[in-house]
C-alpha cells in the first residue's frame, strides 16, 4: 500500500532540486535531478500531492498533474480538512467518519479545493 506525501508551496517550482535535499529525504544519491524525476520517484512510494497556496504574483503552473490542490493564502486553516478528505477519498471511506458534519463554508471550500485533483479510477468515491 503506498503511503500520502503532500508538498506545499507558494512560488513557482524550480526545474532542478538539491539533490542533499533529496538524499536527506529518501537516502538516495543522485548527481543533478529534475523536478520531475523527483517527482517519479517519489510516486513509486507515495500518492503524491501538491498543494499550491495561490498567489497573484505568480502563475503557478501544476507540479503533480491531475494531483495538484488549489488554495488561497486565506484557506490555509482549512488544510487538515483538505488533507483528510482526499486520503479518505484514496481509501474509500466517508470524510465525514473522521471529521464529523463540517459547516457549509468548509465544505465550499474543500470541494472547491480538490475538483480539479483526479483520483485515477476511485469511480466509487464518497463525496463530501
Excluded: W
Excluded at 11 to 30: A, C, G, L, M, Y
Excluded at 54 to 83: A, M
Excluded at 107 to 120: A, P, W, Y
Aim: with cysteine.
Amino acid at each position: 500500500m503506498k503511503r500520502y506525501a503532500f508538498t506545499i508551496g507558494d512560488e513557482p517550482v524550480h526545474s532542478e532540486i538539491r539533490t542533499s535535499t533529496f538524499k536527506k529525504v529518501f537516502n538516495e544519491d543522485h548527481e543533478r535531478m529534475s523536478t520531475k524525476d523527483a517527482q517519479k520517484i517519489c510516486e513509486k512510494t507515495y500518492n503524491l500531492f501538491h498543494i499550491v497556496i495561490d498567489s497573484p504574483y505568480y502563475n503557478v503552473t501544476s507540479v503533480v498533474p491531475n494531483r495538484t490542490i488549489h488554495i488561497s493564502k486565506q484557506e490555509v486553516g482549512y488544510l487538515p480538512e483538505i488533507i483528510i478528505t482526499v486520503i479518505c477519498k484514496l481509501e474509500h471511506k466517508n470524510p465525514a467518519d473522521i471529521l464529523g458534519d463540517l459547516d457549509k463554508k468548509t465544505l465550499d471550500i474543500v470541494n472547491r479545493s480538490l475538483k480539479t485533483v483526479q483520483f485515477d479510477n476511485y469511480e466509487d468515491v464518497i463525496e463530501v
